[in-house]
């Protein structure tokens, strides 16, 4: 029995088996971090170049709920069926900028007004992201499950003279 106590083989196989699932989640982990830091710089990409459109009143802008969705989702690459089924986006028009960023923090509700020249809009967009290492799901504000991240886009600017 004292031999077995000192024999140290395989101690460095146990230990191995002991740190490599951690070691696998961190090198998940990290890439899942960098990927839905791409996924966010494109949802933020693609509605400032939507919203852009309705700003200016490009006559090829959005002019519907769901046109503004094929831009961003456009902006994001992939499946667009799977991206329009992610997104849920808004566009509202204000009196002032005091009311839209009283409303900024709402979720979107679908609504797409996108105004006048000289108006006052909010633009608001949230994604769905689906997550591989199911704790960092935890870490979003809202948590939409563990296996899920909800990213957030948000625009507020008056149109201009376009008129």
């Known amino acids: ?17 002991l740190l490599a699932p951690i070691l696998i989640f961190l090198l998940f982990a990290t890439i899942e971090v960098g990927l839905v830091g791409m ?9 400032t170049q939507a919203a852009r459109m309705i700003r200016t009143g490009q006559d090829d802008g959005p002019v519907d709920g ?3 969705e094929g831009l961003v989702c456009a902006s994001l690459g992939g499946d667009t069926a799977d991206c329009r089924n ?12 005091s ?6 923090q709402t979720p979107p509700d679908g609504a797409f007004e996108k105004g006048q020249a ?3 809009i909010m633009v608001r967009a949230a994604y769905r992201w ?3 290492t199911p704790m960092l799901g935890m870490l979003s504000e809202p948590r939409p499950g563990p296996f899920e991240v909800t990213l957030d886009a948000r625009a507020a600017f008056k149109n201009e003279p376009y008129e």
């Open 1 to 17: 029995m004292r031999r077995f106590g000192q024999d140290e083989r395989g101690g460095t196989a146990i230990e191995y088996a």
């Open 39 to 47: 996924i966010s710089a494109g949802l933020d990409n693609g509605v």
């Open 66 to 68: 769901a046109g503004f």
């Open 86 to 97: 992610r997104l849920q986006v808004s566009v509202r028009r204000y009196a002032s900028f």
């Open 99 to 104: 009311q839209a960023l009283a409303a900024a």
């Open 118 to 120: 000289g108006d006052i």
């Open 130 to 132: 689906p997550m591989i």
